[in-house]
């Protein structure tokens, strides 16, 4: 064992494209709404998760992109499931679904404050929604950056990989907000996988541009 | 061997491990494969063909609570000693349409404790409090340099500066500002800090988990002073969430009693200054001994029927403190006085053989104050372990959960040597960490 740990996996959506370990597998159509794509993915990959239909526009995204992270390089069948870490960051939040619930209270007159909303408005909750699905039971983290922090995330997840807090990791970047939406998701592992990249954020750059 | 020295290599990354031979610590019959784990909970060196255990400690140097109980640590615990609550029954506010509990911080008094601090820009009412409790610590601690590259400033926030979404509130500032990493830049330009804040932002487990990376990055030896803060403010936006819910009680909630119904909410930020620089400590000396995360993976709103997510966090958080449950001094509870939660946890805290340890819950107080909760209620378990004594549990009177936990009454005095904080929040999530004081 070392403390070289290794991206085995990714899926990255994003401009209508679903891209799975460098493998563009999904194109959506021209001018699609970010919504109307992420469901076009879902019902292309036939994932049949009813609670997919409950969930906000971020979790939905989050979904599917941990699906397909998950379906090839199946972490959960090859590790304990309290030993998979979850930390996932982006830039709004969940200020998308936010903004949603202000809508309910703003106008005393027509107050209609929902409980299946308000629930979505903490972006931990997606990481909620991946681990429900997969049974991971891991450490877990929501962090907020302005843009993808490549160093601080290599450099954590090593850290709980290196200090055996972990032994795998699905990691990444998920948002959503005002038309745009960016999933890159991966798992790291002390294991090469199909992508043979080192944990680094020099790394991870070279993947996420 | 050629493994061995591998790992070697990766210990002396950590500064504090010396491992001067890997024959040894072989024969010394710990499994190799589990080193690393190994090497986590207990630091060691060999040194004479002796396992010598060391520690990277996180030590507590500074530390400040803002509630509607008072603007310093001691003015708040001086309350609590008293059994008196911030929750208070607002006949008419800006939070709701209807008469709501809640604990609401002196707006006039905010604003005068502001105004001494001359601060040049116009600021939002959760930067007012983050930039106030930072404040209180710095003037505390002298030894804290906030401008110094190698110290580090962690936000946790639930919500941040969401009462810029309120129409009422629109154009008062840019709409930047309702960015939790925009929220990191204001306090860090305000204190001339050079690193961008880390902001954690997972729920109502965000504070006990702030606190956790802070030990986590002083580990790593990039930092050696990590400024942990956390912060929620009183909103329409949460209070009108949480009715929705019908999960707010229509008095001050009653953690773990048997006549429970419901939450009171609250505003509140708290500080606490970690540093690995022992020398920097002020009067007796506290440590993050271990802390530890995880997810139910059961429901995303509601927390499991079993504990068992709770009971993985406080089971790693003892094997990383090296302790075992009849060590545990006092549990500082989540205690929310929903229903589920607090029958929760004493499902947990019970299968974690901790049932008779001394417990209480402080949101009786406080109210819930998301991702102020977990660091407000360490500073008072802090407290508590410096002055050798334990806050009674406002407002409870019967028990009311399923397991015979040890809910504390009334306030006592009692050498606190130790102190595990609990927190689960929305997601699934759970989060455990422990408090030891050094003699």
Redesign the interface.
């Known amino acids: 064992?070392?403390?070289v740990n290794y991206i085995s996996a990714f899926c990255r959506i994003s401009s209508g494209k679903v891209n799975v370990n460098h493998s563009i597998m999904f194109t959506g159509e021209e001018g699609e709404a970010p919504a109307a794509f992420i469901k076009s993915v879902y019902k292309h990959y036939q994932l049949n998760y009813p609670k997919f239909y409950k969930m906000d526009g971020l979790c939905q995204l989050a979904f599917v992109a941990s699906e397909l992270l998950l379906k090839d390089n199946k972490i959960t069948e090859r590790y304990n499931?309290?030993e998979i870490a979850?930390v996932i960051s982006n830039?709004?939040?969940s200020?998308e679904i936010?903004?949603e619930?202000?809508q309910?209270?703003?106008d005393?007159a027509n107050?209609f404050?929902?409980?299946a909303v308000?629930?979505y408005?903490?972006?931990?909750?997606l990481?909620?929604?991946i681990?429900?699905r997969?049974?991971?039971?891991?450490?877990?983290?929501?962090?907020?950056?302005?843009k993808f922090d490549a160093q601080?995330t290599a450099?954590?997840i090593n850290?709980l990989l290196?200090?055996?807090?972990a032994e795998s990791c699905i990691a990444g970047w998920v948002e959503f907000y005002e038309g745009n939406y960016d999933a890159f998701l991966y798992t790291v592992e002390k294991t090469p996988g199909v992508i043979r990249a080192e944990h680094t954020a020099e790394q991870l750059l070279n993947i996420y541009k | 061997m050629r493994d061995g020295r591998r790992k070697i290599t990766y210990y002396r990354k950590y500064g504090s491990l010396i491992v001067t031979n890997f024959t040894n610590l072989y024969l010394l019959n710990i499994p190799i494969t589990n080193t690393h784990k190994f090497a986590n909970s207990y630091k060691f060196a060999i040194c004479n063909k002796q396992l010598i255990f060391l520690t990277q400690e996180s030590y507590i140097i500074a530390d400040n609570i803002i509630s509607p109980l008072g603007f310093s640590t001691e003015e708040n615990f001086a309350q609590l000693k008293q059994m008196r609550t911030g929750v208070q029954r607002l006949e008419k506010s800006a939070l709701s349409a209807e008469p709501v509990c809640a604990a609401v911080i002196d707006a006039r008094r905010l604003d005068d404790e502001f105004k001494k601090l001359e601060a040049s820009k116009p600021f939002t009412r959760l930067e007012q409090l983050f930039i106030l409790s930072i404040s209180d610590t710095l003037k505390q601690n002298p030894a804290i340099d906030i401008r110094s590259p190698k110290t580090l400033l962690i936000l946790s926030s639930t919500k941040g500066n969401i009462d810029l979404l309120d129409p009422e509130n629109t154009g008062k500032f840019d709409k930047k500002r309702l960015f939790l990493w925009e929220t990191g830049n204001v306090i860090t330009e305000h204190f001339g800090n050079p690193n961008k804040a880390l902001i954690v932002s997972n729920a109502c487990i965000s504070g006990v988990l702030a606190i956790i990376l802070g030990k986590r990055l002083l580990e790593e030896n990039n930092y050696d002073t990590i400024v942990v803060s956390g912060g929620d403010i009183m909103t329409h936006f949460v209070v009108s969430g949480f009715q929705s819910f019908k999960a707010v009680s229509s008095e001050v909630c009653k953690p773990y009693d048997a006549a429970r119904d419901g939450i009171s909410l609250g505003e509140a930020c708290g500080t606490v200054v970690l540093t690995n620089d022992k020398t920097k400590v002020k009067g007796t000396a506290i440590a993050v001994k271990g802390g530890s995360s995880s997810n139910d993976a059961n429901h995303i709103s509601g927390p499991s029927r079993t504990g068992d997510g709770l009971l993985l966090a406080i089971e790693r958080t003892l094997k990383e403190a090296n302790m075992n449950a009849s060590q545990v001094a006092y549990i500082s509870g989540h205690g929310t006085a929903t229903l589920y939660n607090d029958e929760m946890e004493a499902q947990a805290i019970t299968t974690a053989n901790l049932q008779d340890v001394p417990m209480n819950s402080l949101k009786s107080y406080f109210g819930h104050t998301l991702g102020a909760a977990g660091i407000i209620e360490s500073i008072i378990g802090i407290q508590s372990m410096r002055s050798n004594t334990l806050i009674g549990t406002y407002n409870y009177n019967e028990p009311g959960v399923t397991k015979p936990v040890n809910i504390i009454k009334q306030t006592t005095e009692r050498t606190v040597n130790n102190c595990l904080k609990t927190a689960a929040g929305f997601g699934g999530c759970n989060a455990a960490v422990l408090f030891s004081k050094e003699a």
């Not at chain 1, 290196?162 to 807090?165: A, D, L, P, T």
């Open positions: 064992m070392s403390d499931k309290e979850i830039g709004s939040a200020l936010d903004t619930h202000q309910t209270i703003s005393k107050y404050p929902s409980p308000f629930v408005t903490l972006p931990n909750i990481i909620g929604e681990a429900i997969n049974l991971i039971k891991g450490e877990n983290t929501f962090f907020i950056f302005d601080f450099q954590y850290s290196n200090s055996g807090r």
